[in-house]
């Protein structure tokens, strides 16, 4: 009897889901295969109910907007369909079979790569393998674009929003790239440039790829749950889909576009310490503040682990992650978790190499040694350094910085300062006192002392900015 083998399976990856999930699923197939209502339709004997890409973009374009891009419905419908049933010659059905629907949502929702593989093969071209690293690379950047938009349609971006966040469309490609450029042959060996594009990858290769790369996972979970309107509500949803976008605090109201976008927040957040990923704050932001090194000095210092992020005249957006508060001292400070990155024209995480412990500097109003904030490298050839006669930096790397494996940054090793904003994440230190914040000019008399001998007159005063209230921005 095949209808056992069937429902074996069947009863297999429906055994996955708690009952709560699986009425979700059910309630789901039922509106897609429209006879919810059609008390006929389940009498008459083998008349089964089929969900097909028609029904698929109706439920999508029920809506005025649609949740979905069409180009991600057609490759989910793609996707159900590859999944083959025992004793039925698949593939030739234009119609998908609740058997299909619910292994389809178990691989992709609950499966390992090797169950994930064989769907998001189909997902990327209907023909199956092998498949060129460009055609993966227009589903990576269909696969983030559907997710930007079903987290902006959902409001679930958490205070931040296509408005008060640079323009996505470039930082699709350059987190697609991103991605995509870890695409290794069997070899070990990662094709680059052209050669990637035009590079034909098996379905083995891939699925190392996509057990390496958890963002794939994550996307498509995001897009299925977010954007059918599945399980989106369910205790099951994992921390790496919960902290995919950090809450965003502090720019609401305040006329401010951030230099990074949502693609970048998404990547960056994901190589923070866990504990760090729920919650970005701005702290500093040179169109808010004004372009002063000492204001700078005055928002950052003493307020826990916090992400600077600069853009030089050239365009070129880039930055580090501090793990630690900043202070003011002539020594380096920081540990192994801090990192440089850059954000346009490439998007690149660039981790801490062993080499020295030069994580992070800061140093204000002195003789003898460097002043400004710098990250990695030594004094005078850092990864990233901004002056403290505010508006120049440079970024030295010959052929790289010792201390992250970091190239140069900017687009000139000298750059001149365009905009700059520093973020706060995760929660802020208890020492850094909620109700009625000090300046560190107030608490630390030798900074202030050291300011005053340098000519510079406490720019806080009067500049003292309302205690933001920890109010939800979302």
């Not at 028609?54 to 999944?83: D, F, N, V």
């Not at 928002?299 to 005249?313: A, E, S, T, Y």
């Amino acid at each position: 009897e095949m209808g056992n083998a069937e429902s074996n399976a069947y009863q297999n990856h429906l055994s996955r889901f708690l009952p709560e999930e699986q009425s979700d699923i059910d309630g789901l197939f039922e509106t897609l295969s429209g006879s919810s209502g059609s008390a006929g339709a389940k009498n008459v004997k083998g008349a089964k109910k089929t969900v097909t890409l028609a029904a698929l973009q109706a439920r999508q374009s029920a809506h005025t907007r649609e949740p979905l891009p069409e180009p991600m419905t057609a490759r989910l419908y793609s996707g159900m369909k590859s999944i083959d049933l025992p004793g039925k010659s698949s593939g030739l059905s234009e119609q998908i079979a609740k058997e299909q629907f619910v292994i389809f949502m178990s691989n992709l929702l609950k499966g390992n790569a090797d169950e994930k593989i064989s769907i998001i093969m189909r997902m990327i071209a209907k023909t199956g393998g092998p498949l060129k690293g460009k055609q993966i690379l227009e589903f990576i950047e269909d696969l983030i674009t559907s997710v930007i938009h079903v987290l902006s349609y959902r409001k679930e971006l958490k205070g931040w929003t296509l408005e008060n966040t640079r323009d996505s469309s470039s930082g699709v490609k350059a987190l697609a790239s991103e991605l995509l450029s870890e695409l290794k042959l069997p070899d070990g060996t990662k094709p680059v440039g052209s050669q990637l594009l035009e590079t034909n990858f098996d379905q083995s290769v891939i699925e190392d790829w996509v057990y390496r790369v958890p963002q794939i996972s994550v996307f498509l979970s995001v897009v299925i749950r977010q954007g059918l309107h599945v399980l989106h509500s369910l205790p099951d949803q994992t921390n790496d889909i919960l902290n995919l976008v950090p809450h965003c605090k502090g720019i609401k109201g305040r006329g401010v576009v951030s230099l990074f976008d949502i693609p970048a927040i998404i990547y960056i957040n994901s190589h923070l310490p866990a504990e760090m990923q729920h919650k970005w704050q701005l702290l500093f932001s040179s169109r808010l503040h004004g372009e002063s090194f000492s204001q700078l000095c005055a928002h950052i210092v003493n307020k826990g682990p916090c992400i600077v992020i600069i853009r030089d005249l050239d365009g070129f957006l880039f930055g580090g992650f501090a793990s630690h508060s900043w202070e003011v001292k002539p020594q380096f400070q920081g540990d192994n978790r801090c990192f440089l990155f850059s954000v346009f024209p490439t998007l690149a995480v660039y981790t801490y190499t062993g080499y020295n412990d030069h994580y992070m500097y800061l140093n204000h109003g002195q003789q003898t040694m460097p002043n400004g904030l710098g990250m990695g490298g030594q004094h005078g050839y850092f990864g990233l350094w901004i002056d403290s006669d505010y508006g120049k930096g440079h970024s030295k790397a010959k052929p790289r910085c010792t201390t992250y494996n970091s190239p140069q940054l900017s687009a000139k090793e000298d750059f001149t300062l365009d905009a700059m904003e520093v973020w706060a994440v995760g929660d802020a230190p208890e020492s850094a006192g909620k109700k009625g914040k000090k300046s560190i000019l107030d608490v630390d008399p030798q900074a202030q002392a050291l300011l005053e001998m340098a000519g510079k007159s406490r720019q806080s005063e009067g500049l003292r900015e309302p205690v933001e209230e920890d109010e939800d921005d979302d």
